[in-house]
């Protein structure tokens, strides 16, 4: 079993950045592969970014790339997400998410924990 808590989202001003954190408990977290994910209000969850166990791999969204980054640091048991250049667009709530296996998923049909998720708002 594995918990995960989000932090880090607030309101900000377009063209602003933010780092968002997504603590996890449990076992061996280079054991899981992690996600973002977000969800605007009427809107499907969106897949944003995904990391390998290890962190070597990662994946973003066309939506972020290139404005976004996924990371993690294993020693800490965190998986981190940097996101620069907002815009209103990014406005959701934003939720980490752990899979059993330490590859990357951009579905969330792969995912088996999720955190509560963390509010980013985005004002233009």
């Known amino acids: 079993q594995v918990q995960l808590v989000e932090s880090g989202g607030e309101l900000v001003q377009a063209g602003g950045s933010l780092r968002l954190s997504c603590a996890a408990s449990?076992?061996?977290?280079?054991?899981?592969?992690m996600g973002w994910f977000r969800q605007a209000p009427g809107k499907e969850h969106e897949f944003v970014a995904t990391i390998s166990g290890s962190g070597s791999s990662a994946l973003h969204s066309d939506s972020v790339k290139g404005r976004f980054t996924i990371s993690r640091d294993n020693a800490k048991n965190t998986v981190f997400l940097q996101m620069n250049s907002l815009k209103s667009e990014d406005t959701a709530r934003y939720y980490c998410?752990?899979?059993?296996?330490?590859?990357?998923?951009?579905?969330?049909?792969?995912?088996?924990?999720w955190g509560q998720g963390t509010q980013v708002t985005v004002s233009s």
């Open positions: 998410a752990a899979r059993t296996v330490p590859i990357l998923a951009a579905s969330r049909i792969f995912y088996d924990f």
């Open positions: 449990g076992r061996t977290f280079s054991n899981y592969g």
